[in-house]
């Protein structure tokens, strides 16, 4: 079975632009989560998705948004690129989610903002 | 607020030996106690998940511990390889919000 797919594994952008980062789960599982990583701040929860909808939702501000599709692909989407934003993006994939059972990591998409 | 806490930040082991990380937890409400591993460059890999109501789980030479009154969880891994080195994290999942909290992670280096 193939694991969690994330694209594209490595970006560079400016500040100010935007970008939509992609993750395809594990076949079958239809909770997506959303982390960043920093070395600062460590691992910080974004949002969960499942079956298509926001079940919950971390601090963040508005510029990052995400959406899930029928197929359980997901994608992270962020406006106004700030220096800050600058992390490993990981998003982990369960069958029901919560947090309550295992969740499969991919290898994260790392974002560069300069 | 819950914070999740591990030291030490980093640990220099010989092969061989056998090593207690630390978890440390300041809200005892949590749903779950989860370790991971990353690799460097790597996305993580789950270790060990420990329901609320249990007191430890074991999965070949790892062994993780958690006492809910202490606001504690140890990961022991016993017999040490090169391979185990890696960066551990570990996370406590709240029993209301249901997100996970991370610890900023202990780095262990294993010595051949």
């Known amino acids: 079975k193939a694991g969690v797919t994330q694209t594209p594994r490595y970006l560079i952008k400016t500040r100010g632009q935007q970008v939509t980062l992609s993750c395809s789960p594990i076949?079958?599982?239809?909770?997506v989560s959303w982390y960043q990583q920093t070395p600062g701040q460590g691992l910080q929860f974004l949002f969960e998705?499942?079956?298509?909808?926001?079940?919950n939702k971390g601090n963040f501000p508005g510029r990052f948004s995400g959406r899930q599709f029928s197929n359980s692909r997901s994608e992270m989407n962020v406006s106004t690129l700030e220096l800050g934003d600058s992390a490993l993006y990981l998003c982990?994939?369960?069958?029901?989610?919560?947090?309550?059972?295992?969740?499969?990591f991919g290898p994260g998409t790392r974002l560069l903002v300069l | 607020k819950q914070e999740v806490t591990q030291i030490p930040a980093a640990l220099s082991v010989p092969e061989g030996e056998n090593l207690v990380l630390n978890c440390s937890f300041t809200?005892?409400?949590?749903?779950?106690l989860q370790w991971f591993r990353q690799d460097p460059g790597k996305g993580l890999t789950s270790l060990l998940l420990?329901?609320?109501s249990q007191r430890e789980q074991t999965s070949g030479r790892l062994n993780a511990s958690l006492d809910k009154s202490s606001g504690r969880s140890t990961l022991y891994i016993a017999a040490s390889q090169p391979g185990d080195s890696a960066t551990y994290l570990c996370?406590?999942?709240?029993?209301?919000?249901?997100?996970?909290?991370w610890g900023a992670g202990t780095k262990l280096i294993i010595k051949p």
């Open positions: 982990p994939s369960s069958l029901a989610g919560g947090g309550q059972e295992t969740q499969y």
């Open positions: 998705y499942f079956s298509e909808t926001q079940r």
């Open positions: 809200d005892s409400a949590i749903y779950n």
């Open positions: 076949s079958g599982h239809r909770s």
């Open positions: 996370a406590a999942l709240g029993d209301s919000n249901y997100q996970l909290i």
């Open positions: 420990i329901q609320s």
